[in-house]
């Protein structure tokens, strides 16, 4: 039998507001799109907001592929040359960082519930430096 200790907890939201934020890749995972193109699901953990996870889908398709170089560049993982393929999974982008527009919505599965999401990955503030261990 598992054994709980009861914290008094009260139902708390945990979307932060919307704003520009650092976040670490801490969960990825690879995955196919609907049309069956090549698709990887990260979820950025936000240095300011411990815990909570914003996620992102990098879909490996023509129509997709400017999305691809933007959260290339944020995470400072460019190559150094136009025309340079780039192989990418879930396990080598965990731990990679980037500073986030994130903005908050309705969450379309639970009504009046709100999400965070990433409005966009911000360019002209750099790369973040990496963490301290």
Same mark, same amino acid.
């Given at each position: 039998?598992?054994?709980?200790?009861?914290?008094?907890?009260?139902?708390?939201?945990?979307?932060?507001?919307?704003?520009?934020?650092?976040?670490?890749?801490?969960?990825?995972?690879?995955?196919? +799109?609907?049309?069956? =193109?090549?698709?990887?699901?990260?979820?950025?953990?936000?240095? $300011?907001? %411990? *815990?909570?996870? @914003?996620?992102?889908?990098?879909?490996?398709?023509?129509?997709? +592929?400017?999305?691809? =170089?933007?959260?290339?560049?944020?995470?400072?993982?460019?190559? $150094?040359? %136009? *025309?340079?393929? @780039?192989?990418?999974?879930?396990?080598?982008?965990?731990?990679?960082?980037?500073?986030?527009?994130?903005?908050?919505?309705?969450?379309?599965?639970?009504?009046?519930? %709100?999400?965070?999401?990433?409005?966009?990955?911000?360019?002209?503030?750099?790369?973040?430096?990496?963490?301290?261990?």
């Amino acid at each position: 039998m598992a054994k709980y200790v009861y914290n008094d907890e009260d139902n708390k939201s945990d979307v932060c507001p919307a704003g520009v934020y650092i976040g670490t890749v801490t969960w990825s995972k690879d995955d196919t +799109s609907q049309k069956n =193109d090549d698709q990887i699901r990260v979820g950025f953990e936000l240095d $300011e907001f %411990k *815990g909570s996870l @914003v996620f992102d889908r990098l879909t490996f398709s023509q129509a997709a +592929s400017p999305f691809i =170089d933007i959260f290339l560049k944020a995470t400072g993982h460019q190559p $150094e040359k %136009k *025309g340079t393929e @780039v192989e990418l999974d879930a396990s080598l982008v965990m731990g990679w960082r980037a500073w986030l527009n994130i903005g908050v919505e309705d969450d379309p599965k639970v009504e009046g519930k %709100k999400i965070n999401t990433i409005i966009n990955y911000v360019l002209d503030k750099g790369v973040p430096p990496n963490l301290p261990f």
